[in-house]
């Protein structure tokens, strides 16, 4: 027996798949047997002068084609008896393929549109996504939630699909100042803004945070390894005790798994063990509340419920417009400098990048789950960092993500690496649909048992980097931090995890810049995560989305991931930890890269397929800045930083702005470095001057 093909059908009902295959589809080349999941197909029986050949083509001269359901779409294999090709098989395939083709092309449904002040949301959504409706009314705040899943798809929908038409924000204003700037720093968005803003206040700046959800609230969780959070102790943002009290849960090891049932036996790849990756489970929002009354004591404001409406920047401040949503009251204040935290679907994002997307996204849905699961399960002592347990499901990569938490509880994510399109700019809906059907197919449960507590869902954008200045995150009096600035990884893809693992040197920067008023956009723009090694690695997260209209071979994603991760399976768990966290050196990304080739030969020819010579020759950018800064880094990272640290008594006093450009450059060439100050000795979170 011999498979002789293997597809997808882009169509979640199963069913009408099968009849369409035993009812509608004809052939010229055989006759036509129903059976329980399928047909088969007798072909003409021809001779030959193999005698073995001729037993065997002519015993059985059949063609086995059956469909199956997983992951809400179909799937559609067809095997012959004969291990030798058949007569007219060849042509049977073709026309079963261009007839499924052209009967289930494939489909990027798009949300209704719907009036809530007629009925709620969950009648309006109903016919479309009845899952997804049914189990958010079992969540508390279900109807408020699935109101802004609605919400933010809607704005991600039309900032993907009208990327030249971008709402102006920003305005440049010809007004002189009448008064001084009320506040040293307006932070816009209360997730990750709240923790540099906090960091920011203590050191003695007047600092405003816009919240537009009430305070605290989150729609997801997050997960951090224990020597990544030590930057905010450092920082004196949090104390150990403090850290400890917000540890959900830490577990013992996290597993990275792909489906490889499909897989030739070379690219199946053992578990992937990650034992300090993720593995510390935080209380996201006791984390909040704590940032924020930091940021309260130490003299902040917070406005939460308060939507961002613009600003108007002149030279010496900028003017920002925001209303309070409960009552409607719009408000104006005044800063120095504008921070931008408001994520993926910033305003302000699209504007600075003249409305040009996000070159991918990873649409991510899920849930926190208080407890409902069998026993044996899941072990709580563990995590699922990546893992997917299917091949291609309608145009997507499906990957979960499994942390276990406090008590009982479970976060589950499911997401996918998505390439921005006008006609397909990814669909939280459409995953929520598939979250709340194909879960038991993941991890078994009942979902009726399951106590939900709450949903989590965003969009986490990523920018396909070939410099550290190619994207615009600063205007005068202006400046982009988190998914705003899209500058994460493509694996870790979020940006809480960039945040904080350059929080050191953007809180160093950024001091160093309002100390001397420095706030132009030409200074601002150099007050970035950027890092080379994680942007030469964005053709990875290319690898793993499936282009808008085509059709790849169902295997073909996760046999790349088990290639990659076949190979960081075999080495120590220190590579695996650096390649994770972004911290991958230049000859450890080559060797990994040459070994990855001799493994898997054709993967050349898949990234080609996927990427396109236009990608191909934009990476090769990406990878020779690469290059440049490790030269750069070899040459001068040992030494050059140390010394700029001799002399920046001098340098800061008479020529600040290039003092600002040559500590940005200290920390390109030395990422992760913790750096002093020659003022005071003392580490660079301790700044004894301040303006205030």
Not at 517 to 541: C, E, G, P
Request: with cysteine; hydrophobic share 40%; net charge negative.
């Amino acid at each position: 027996m011999q498979e002789i093909l293997y597809i997808e059908v882009p169509e979640p009902d199963t069913a009408t798949v099968r009849a369409w295959l035993q009812q509608e589809f004809k052939t010229d080349f055989g006759s036509k047997r129903i059976t329980p999941d399928g047909i088969q197909c007798q072909l003409p029986h021809t001779n030959t002068n193999n005698r073995t050949d001729t037993l065997q083509t002519a015993a059985i001269p059949e063609v086995a084609i059956f469909v199956w359901s997983l992951q809400r779409t179909t799937y559609l294999k067809a095997f012959r008896w004969s291990a030798q090709p058949i007569a007219g098989e060849e042509e049977l395939i073709k026309t079963l393929i261009t007839d499924i083709r052209q009967r289930f092309p494939q489909q990027y449904p798009a949300p209704p549109a719907i009036n809530l002040s007629q009925q709620s949301i969950f009648t309006s959504l109903a016919p479309h996504y009845p899952q997804t409706v049914k189990f958010f009314q079992k969540i508390p705040n279900g109807e408020y939630d699935l109101n802004r899943v609605y919400w933010w798809e809607q704005r991600w929908r039309e900032n993907t699909r009208h990327p030249q038409e971008p709402k102006p924000v920003i305005f440049r204003s010809s007004t002189p100042d009448a008064d001084k700037p009320i506040y040293d720093l307006i932070y816009v968005g209360g997730a990750l803004g709240v923790i540099h803003a906090a960091v920011m206040a203590q050191l003695g700046y007047r600092v405003l945070l816009l919240e537009r959800l009430p305070f605290g609230r989150m729609n997801r969780e997050w997960n951090i390894s224990r020597d990544e959070f030590q930057s905010l102790i450092e920082l004196n943002l949090f104390t150990p005790a403090e850290f400890e009290s917000i540890i959900a849960r830490e577990y013992v090891d996290g597993f990275h798994k792909f489906f490889d049932g499909n897989n030739p036996p070379h690219l199946k790849s053992a578990v992937l063990h990650t034992p300090t990756v993720l593995n510390v489970g935080l209380d996201a929002e006791k984390l909040l509340r704590i940032c924020g009354e930091k940021l309260l004591q130490a003299g902040g404001e917070i406005w939460d419920e308060t939507e961002f409406i613009k600003a108007d920047i002149s030279d010496g401040s900028a003017i920002v417009s925001a209303k309070h949503l409960p009552s409607g009251i719009v408000k104006q204040t005044s800063g120095r400098l504008l921070v931008d935290a408001m994520g993926t679907a910033s305003p302000i994002a699209w504007q600075l990048n003249g409305g040009r997307t996000f070159d991918s996204v990873c649409p991510t849905v899920g849930a926190v789950i208080e407890s409902g699961f069998e026993p044996g399960v899941w072990d709580k002592r563990y995590g699922d960092v990546l893992f997917s347990h299917g091949d291609i499901s309608r145009g997507r990569q499906l990957i979960w993500e499994l942390f276990p938490a406090a008590e009982e509880e479970i976060t589950i994510y499911l997401f996918h690496y998505h390439q921005v399109h006008p006609d397909n700019p990814g669909s939280l809906l459409e995953m929520y649909e598939d979250f709340f059907t194909i879960l038991p197919e993941y991890r078994r449960c009942d979902l009726e048992k399951l106590q939900w507590k709450k949903a989590t869902f965003g969009y986490i954008p990523g920018h396909f980097s070939v410099s550290g200045s190619d994207r615009t995150i600063a205007f005068d009096r202006l400046i982009a931090f988190g998914d705003a600035a899209s500058l994460q990884s493509p694996l870790v893809f979020t940006g809480f995890g960039s945040l904080v693992r350059n929080l050191s040197r953007l809180t160093d920067l950024l001091n160093t810049a309002l100390k001397h008023d420095l706030l132009s956009a030409k200074h601002l723009n150099q007050i970035r995560a950027y890092q080379s090694n994680v942007s030469v690695t964005w053709m990875f997260s290319k690898g793993m989305m499936v282009p808008t209209g085509r059709y790849l071979p169902p295997q073909r994603i996760n046999s790349t991931l088990n290639t990659f991760f076949g190979l960081l399976a075999d080495q120590s768990l220190q590579v695996a930890d650096d390649f994770i966290k972004d911290r991958v050196t230049f000859g450890t990304f080559n060797r990994l890269a040459i070994a990855a080739a001799f493994k898997n030969p054709t993967l050349l020819l898949w990234i080609w397929d996927m990427a396109g010579a236009k990608d191909i020759l934009r990476w090769l950018g990406s990878y020779l800045n690469f290059a440049l800064y490790a030269l750069f880094s070899w040459l001068f990272g040992w030494w050059l930083p140390s010394c700029t640290q001799l002399v920046q008594h001098w340098i800061e006093s008479h020529y600040p702005s290039f003092w600002l450009w040559l500590l940005a450059q200290s920390y390109a060439l030395a990422p992760g470095r913790k750096f002093r100050h020659s003022v005071d000795s003392s580490p660079v979170t301790d700044f004894s001057y301040h303006q205030k």
